[in-house]
């Protein structure tokens, strides 16, 4: 009852490709947001933190349809990406890939947020007496304090990502081998008759990723404490 | 040279100061805490932007309002160590010191790490220090960048009081041996006198004063700002000779010579002698039989009357010596300006501590 089948496997390794790809693109992005967040004053902060954290509130479908209408072929961003670069998001892995960013998003940024809020700005002030300009001091100083934080997020986001079914089903529907992740395979699973056997090896695997994630995660963590 | 001329508002507070500091001594931006000390170095640093004015240090524009002119403070190449030592916590000792590390014959890290002894903290991690430790380390670090001013906000607030004057030493060789142009805030009088050469006086964001130590504080107008407790005349002095029978030390001055007990001084140090206003007390007429080793003849030049029943009066005995006598005193021996009389000042009564030497005691000559 252990052994898996081409198209479990496939599952998973779509799972892995789609998750990590949403925490590659996410978290540079979410380092700035974060740092926007935390660090500047400006009218329409309220406005940008509600925003990020949409997707924490919106129910996935909902989230799901508005990818569809913007990033469909047909809509406005879509069309773009297709026209401009011949790209494809909308029933692709890379469409599941944002459907998880951006539900993990949230997460990410309120994850190092917290951490720059930790960072001491006197020390930046201190960097940059001794000569290091802006940027030099964000690498040198402010991005390896902020780097557990980011590295919590970045754990917390590839999870989320893994178990994204929502948004990825509405937006980029349940493709076997193109779309359908772990839980999308779970799903397809249950519903087809004697499927039950390998919804449960689907359901094992699920939960070994995720805790394998999380100890990973105490490692490195570990680790960066030790070296910062 | 720093030439500094600024005006800033931050809501009710207004800071005005406008001074120069002599190259390699020690400037001391004294006053109380919220008198705008730490606001006025971090203008320096290019922390904060003043609202007008302008900084020049050695010829170079650093801020100028009407000609637009403010370097970030990454180019100001001005060293900075700050109250709380702001090592970064992420970096050993050694990485902390090579942070901001510019080349300089004179400023080599070896040199550096032998003059500050951080040779045994170099692997260290800053959490592990002890506050002064962490100070000689932010110091390195400020020196390592190569600065032409150095800029020193309260660098004893954060240790151990009696910590402090394990710093102090290596304050001074900054002076004296590498003649570091320094500025240094600072609220303790005793610090002042010891460091600094140059004093500017801040009360409520006001420049109140600005001269030589020793100048500033025989002022009497001032004494409500220089610490009413502490006042007194500060003297410059050279240790002529040294009594080791009694423990006495011969220190020579405008006004003669003053023995102070405590340990023995090299002979030729140039010494800065802090004389408060309540050890010295006035005497018409010759004493004869006392206990007190010094006794200097005098003329009252000034006589300072306040709410309280104390008076304090200078008198001129060759250089300023201040007495701090009540009011009836001053009554009954009918003390009045111009009148001739003796000053007593107790050879146990002087701090030991401000007989360190100043920077004079490097020059020659």
């Known amino acids: 009852m252990w052994a898996l089948s081409a198209v479990e496997t496939e599952a998973i390794g779509l799972s892995l490709k789609v998750a990590l790809w949403a925490v590659l693109v996410s978290v540079p992005l979410g380092v700035f947001a974060a740092w926007v967040l935390a660090r500047r004053h400006f009218y329409g902060h309220a406005l940008l933190n509600g925003i990020i954290h949409l997707p924490l509130v919106l129910p996935p479908v909902v989230l799901g349809y508005l990818l569809l209408v913007l990033l469909g072929r047909q809509g406005p961003l879509g069309a773009f990406l297709f026209d401009t670069f011949g790209v494809t998001v909308a029933f692709t892995w890379k469409g599941a890939a944002i459907a998880s960013g951006v539900m993990a998003f949230p997460l990410l940024v309120r994850a190092i947020r917290l951490s720059y809020e930790n960072v001491d700005e006197r020390l930046e002030a201190a960097a940059r007496t001794l000569g290091a300009g802006r940027i030099k001091v964000f690498r040198t100083i402010t991005l390896p304090l902020i780097a557990p934080g980011i590295l919590a997020g970045a754990i917390l986001a590839f999870a989320r990502s893994l178990g994204e079914f929502g948004a990825t089903i509405t937006f980029v529907s349940n493709i076997p081998g193109e779309t359908r992740t772990l839980p999308l395979a779970i799903f397809a699973e249950v519903q087809s008759p004697g499927g039950e056997d390998a919804a449960i090896r689907l359901v094992v695997i699920s939960a070994a990723i995720a805790l394998a994630a999380l100890i990973a995660s105490e490692y490195l963590a570990r680790r960066l404490g030790r070296k910062g | 040279m720093l030439q500094l001329d600024i005006r800033h508002r931050t809501g009710e507070f207004m800071l005005d100061a406008e001074f120069e500091t002599p190259s390699g001594s020690i400037t001391a931006i004294f006053g109380q805490s919220g008198a705008g000390k730490t606001t006025l170095v971090n203008m320096i640093a290019g922390l904060i932007k003043p609202s007008e004015g302008h900084i020049i240090s050695d010829g170079h524009t650093l801020f100028h309002s009407e000609q637009s002119i403010d370097v970030p403070p990454e180019r100001r190449r001005i060293g900075y160590v700050f109250q709380e030592g702001r090592l970064f916590p992420h970096m050993d000792v050694r990485r902390n010191l090579l942070y901001g590390h510019r080349k300089n014959p004179v400023l080599e890290f070896g040199q550096i ?41 309260e660098p004893l607030a954060s240790i151990d009081v009696q910590r402090r004057g394990e710093i102090l030493p290596f304050i001074e060789r900054l002076r004296d041996e590498l003649k570091m142009t320094i500025v240094y805030v600072s609220h303790a009088v005793e610090e002042v006198i010891r460091l600094a050469d140059t004093m500017v006086i801040l009360s409520a964001g006001q420049q109140a004063a600005v001269g030589g130590v020793e100048e500033l504080m025989s002022r009497l107008d001032l004494f409500p700002l220089t610490g009413r407790f502490e006042a007194g005349a500060v003297l410059a002095a050279t240790c002529q000779g040294y009594d080791a029978e009694y423990g006495l030390a011969e220190l020579s001055f405008a006004g003669g010579t003053l023995r102070v007990a405590g340990p023995e001084i090299d002979i030729g140090t140039r010494v800065r002698v802090h004389i408060r206003a309540r050890d010295v007390s006035l005497m018409l007429g010759r004493p004869e039989l006392t206990s007190v080793l010094n006794i200097f003849e005098g003329t009252v030049v000034e006589i300072a009357e306040t709410d309280s029943p104390q008076v304090d009066v200078r008198l001129d005995i060759g250089s300023p010596l201040i007495a701090r006598i009540t009011k009836k005193s001053m009554h009954d021996l009918n003390i009045r300006k111009g009148v001739t009389l003796h000053a007593l000042v107790k050879a146990v009564a002087i701090d030991r501590r401000s007989l360190q030497g100043t920077n004079a005691a490097s020059r020659p000559g």
């Open chain 2, 113 to 153: 790490a032998v003059l500050l002894d951080l040779e045994p903290l170099l692997e260290r991690r800053p959490n592990t220090l002890s506050g002064g430790e962490r100070q000689r380390v932010a110091i390195g670090r400020a020196l390592l960048s190569n600065p032409n001013l150095l800029l020193m906000d």
